[in-house]
């Protein structure tokens, strides 16, 4: 199973205490895809709709692996799966109160 996930997201202010909030999540669309040399494949689409920017996320199966009835599901999983990667992937990018505030301090543009 493949799966890509392209993550739009707007600007915060280093002062904001806003979370990521996920207001809304549905199936987009559903399509078959066929690849050359390769058994269909289906696509389904999520819209998630967040405060900052909506965004949608494909997730590729192989139609031979599900069923119709299976199909939401298991790419539900997989959406589960990417976002779980994705915090790991990134928890070094965290900073602390002490390094977000230094950044607040520092202002390295040129007052022009």
Do not use: Y
């Not at 996930?5 to 066929?34: M, P, W, Y």
């Not at 790991?88 to 022009?112: D, G, H, V």
């Amino acid at each position: 199973m493949k799966a890509w996930i392209f993550l739009c997201h707007g600007v915060r202010s280093l002062q904001s205490d806003s979370k990521f909030k996920i207001t809304n999540i549905t199936v987009a669309r559903i399509e078959e895809t066929a690849a050359e040399g390769r058994s269909s494949q289906v696509s389904v689409t999520f819209q998630i709709d967040c405060v900052d920017a909506p965004f949608e996320v494909p997730i590729v199966l192989s139609k031979e692996d599900f069923d119709d009835t299976e199909m939401v599901q298991a790419a539900r999983n997989d959406l589960h799966r990417i976002f779980v990667d994705l915090a790991a992937q990134t928890q070094e990018w965290k900073l602390t109160a002490e390094e977000m505030q230094q950044l607040t301090i520092m202002n390295l543009r040129s007052k022009a």
